[in-house]
């Protein structure tokens, strides 16, 4: 079977490892000396135990194995922790975080914009509906309550949460929203979710984006739940 023209354009792997390598050495020059450092420190760790305990071979293996594990993982924390810093400060910053969230989250970005360029979000999950918002608590609150209001009129029974997304008093600051969202109960099922996104499509969207393009790695939401 021939392949797809655009599987052909994404970057490989190790291609994409390196990009990803690059752009943690550019957020933390220390980040990649940190991971080097976590994975040979695990294997070590596993050969002293080796030599000590006459099971070298098998704590050599043992400790190759555990030293990928461990280095990954410190890999993927920092890469996380590189994409806050640069998305931190960005219009839309909040929409980029919000949908790379893994299972049944379907996000609407910039349901609600004002020429300050504060945004609010829809996210669709199984706590219900939450509002995400972006700007000054002292500004975006009035805009959460209206969009509240009016996500209300087409679903009456389904929980609405208000977020703001921030590092102002009171707000979840970027590297924070993820787990924010995740923490809330799950009061739907997930029919229900299906039906509460096709009421919510019948609603009316007049808002302009803002200006500027979202930030690198923002997409807009995809027509059915992921």
Known sequence: MAKKPEDSERPGRIKQLRMIAKIIKEANPKGMPIVYASALGTLALCVV??????????????GIML?????????GQLAQRAQYS?????????????????GNWEVTPAVAVTRDQDIVHRVVGYPGIILVSEGPGSRVQKMLVAEKKRVQRVALDVPVYDVQSGDGDGQIPLAKLQRHLMKLPRNLKKPALYEINNRLKALPQTLPMPKGPLPR??????????
């Not at 640069?86 to 893994?102: D, F, K, P, S, T």
Request: without cysteine; proline residues 4%; glycine residues 14%.
């Open 49 to 62: 135990i080796g030599l000590v305990t006459g099971w070298f071979w098998y704590l050599l293996f043992i």
């Open 67 to 75: 030293a990928l594990t461990v280095g990954l993982v410190v890999f």
């Open 86 to 102: 640069m998305l931190h400060g960005q219009v839309g910053a909040a929409a980029a975080i919000l949908q790379g969230m893994r």
């Open 217 to 226: 790695g923002a997409r807009m939401p995809r027509p059915k739940m992921r």
